[in-house]
C-alpha cells in the first residue's frame, strides 16, 4: 500500500467543487474575452536562469519556488506567477503586434508555509496589457478585473492604489539611500503579515536607520480618498520628479477608470507595496470586505521584458487569485451547489431490455440531452437510488411490455409519479420538461 | 539578457492557436458531460512513491517522468498520466459514490526524445468509470470517445481493440513464463517504433527463447473483422480460461458499443499491447486514416486502486491525446481561424474625447458586445490600420461634433462605408449587424 493523501500543500478539486469552480472560470473567461484579451498558455517549467533573472520575481519568492534539475541537468523551476512567462514570450515573439492584450488561466506554484494555510499549487487568472505606456492601460486592466468581480456577484471590494515612483520618493523623502528602496519595499510588503513594528524590523535589519524607519512608516500610514491623499503626497514629494510622475500617473489612472466602469471604490494607501521585484508603477489589489483578504493584484513593470530580452517594452496587468475568490464565494453562498448535469437517467428492467436502453441513451444524447444508465447491473430499485441521489430529475424505464408497444415508463423523481410515453415523442416531451 | 527559449521540449500556445484549442476542449467537455462524466482535477506534483509504485505506470514511463526532491526532501514526481492520480483519488475518498465517472482535461509531463517531435508537456483528455466491472462500462468510455471524435468532425477513425487477457494467453501459448509475461507487453508495445524485428529482439533481450519470440510474432500477426479474429483466436486458446474470458469480454464489449453509437469502426488487433503497467482487461487504442498515428488510447485497470489503498476497484478508462487531436485537425483544415472575439473598435479623434470613448466601450461591453478601444495613443489612421490588422469588422469613430449631436460615427471595415448614428440607438443597430 501506497500512502494516498497527494503531496503535502497540494489538494484535489472534487466533482462537486469543479462544477462550481468552472463556473467561475467560465465567467472570468467570458469578461476577459469580452474586453478583448486574448488566450495564452506556456509551461509550467521555465529555466531556472528566466525565474531567476534580477529584476524578475525577487529573492522573496525564489526562496518558494520548487527548483530541480531536469534528467539532462539543466536547471528548472516551476512557475511562480504568470507575469514572468509572459514577459519571456514577449521578447521570444519580437513580431507580437502590440498592443498584446492576453489572459491566462492557469496555475502557478509557490512552496509556501502550508501551516498558515496557503497552498502550494493555485491558480491565477491574469490579465495584462504589454506594450502602451499609457495609463489607459492600466485602466484597462482594471476595468476589466472590476467588471469580472461584479460579474461574479461581488459588490462589496475595493481597489487599493499605491505607484512605486510614490513609494520610492517617500522612501528617499525618509533618508534612505537609492540602493535600499527595493530592500525597503521587501519590508513594507509584509505590513499585513507582521503589523507595523514588524516592519519597523525588518527595515532595521535591513541596514535602514532606526529614524528612516520611523520616518517611512508614519509617511506609508496615508491612506483614504485618492483626491486628498495624492495632494497631500504632492506636497511632501513637489522637490522629487519621480515621485510627481507617480502622482500625476495615478491622477489619470483614476480619471480613465471612472470612465471604463461604473463607480468603482477605489483607495490610494501609500503602504500597498506588492511583493515582486519586478513593478515599476502603479500598483494595485482589491480587497474584499469583511477581512477577506487580497483578491487580486498586480502592478506595472516597465523594465522586465527588457531585462530579458534587451528591448524595453512596457506592461502592465493583474493577477486575480482563482483560490481566494471561490473559497470567499462559497463561504458566502455565491455559487450554487449542483450535483451533474445529467438530466434523465435510462433504467432497465432487465437484461433483455439491455440493447433498446443503450439505444434510448443514445439517441438522448445524440439530442444533446445528458443522459446516463446502469454501469453496475444492478436492479431497478437501485438504479432508482442512484438516480435520486444524483439529483437526476428524470428516469425512464425500459420494460419488455412497454417496449412492444413502442414505449417506455417517464418517472418524475421529485413528484414521484409515472406515465407511459411513445418513443417517438420522447425528446421532445423531455425538452419541454427542462 | 537571460535565454528566452521554452524549456526544451516544451512551447508557448500563441492565442491564435489557443483559440482553437479552446473550441476543441470546450466540444470535448461539452461531450464528457453529455455522457454523465464529472469533472475533477489534481495537482501536477505527486509523490514518487505513487508514481512508481509497482502495477502502476511501470518503468518504461518511470525513465521519462520528472523526478526530484522538495524543499523539505521528499521525492516527488511530475505526473505521467491523470490515471494514476485518479487511483489515488478514489483511494484517498472511500466514500466516493461508484460507479464514479470522472473526466479530466489536464496536463502531464514525460521526459521523451525530442528529436523525434515528442513534447514534454501536452494535455491529456481522460474519460473513466470507477467501481464497474461489467463491459457496459468500457463501453461507455469508448462511445463517449467515439462520439467526441465525431463532434469534432473526425469521419474515418478506427478503434483497434485487444484484451490483457487474451494477449498474455498467446504469450503463455508462446511458451513464455508466467514471470516474463509484463516484458513481453512491454516488448510487443514497440511494434509501431520499431517494427517486427525490433520486437523480436526486444523479446530475446528480455529473455525470451527464440522460438517463443517468432511464435509470439506470429499470434500477435492476427488482426482484421473482430468476429473473425476473435473466433481464431477461440480455437488456440480454447483450453486457457483467462485468455476465452478475455474474447468474452471483447465480444460483450463490441455488443454494447453498437447498440451505444453508430457504426463504430472497430477492429481487433491482437499486437495491440499499450506502454502502461496497470492495464488488466480490454485496451484500446484510435487511430486515424492517413497514418495520423494514435490518437486516443486506454484500457482496463482493476488492480490499480486497489494495489494503492488495499481494496480493489475496478475502473476502466480511456486517454484522448489533445496535442495529436489538434495538430491533425489543423493539418486538414478542420479548424477555423479566429483573430478574437472583439466586435467593434471604438477610435477617438482627438484626446478631448477620450471620456466619451470610455464610456461608450462600457457600454458596449456592459451589453455583452466584446469592444476594444486604442491603448497607446495613436492616430486615428494608425487606430483603423489596427481594428482592421485584427480584422475587427466594425469600428465607431467618436468625434467632437459627433458628440454634439449625441452621434458616432459607424464604420463597416468590410465594405468601407460609414453612417451617423445616435448613441441612443447604437446598441440595436450593433446587435442587429452581428
Known sequence: MVKVRPVRGMRDILPEEMIQRQKVLDTLREVFETFGFLPLETPALERWELLSAKGAGGPEVLEETYRFKDRAGRPVGLRYDLTVPLARVVASNPTLPLPFKRYQISRVWRYGDVAKGRLREFWQADVDVVGSVSMLADAEVLACAITAFKRLGFKDFT????????????????GVEESKILDAYRAIDKLDKVGLTGVEKELLMRGVSSESAKKILDLIGLSG???????????????????????????????YLKDLVAEPKLK???SLARGLDYYTGPIFEFSGAENIGSLAGGGRYDKLIGLISGRDVPATGISLGVERIIEVMREKGMLAVEKSKVKVFVAKTSDEVIGATLNLVAMLREKGIPAEFDLRERSLKKQLEYADSREIDYVLIVGKRELERNSVKLRDMRNRVEKDVRIDDLTSILENLF
Chains 1, 2 share one sequence.
Do not use: C, P, Q
Open 159 to 174: 481597489v487599493r492604489l499605491n505607484h512605486r515612483k510614490i513609494l520610492s520618493a517617500l522612501i528617499r523623502y525618509s
Open 225 to 255: 480618498k485618492a483626491d486628498s491623499v495624492l495632494a497631500e503626497a504632492e506636497d511632501l514629494l513637489s522637490e522629487d520628479a519621480e515621485g510627481i510622475e507617480g502622482i500625476e500617473d495615478l491622477r489619470n489612472l483614476i480619471t
Open 268 to 270: 490610494v494607501d501609500l
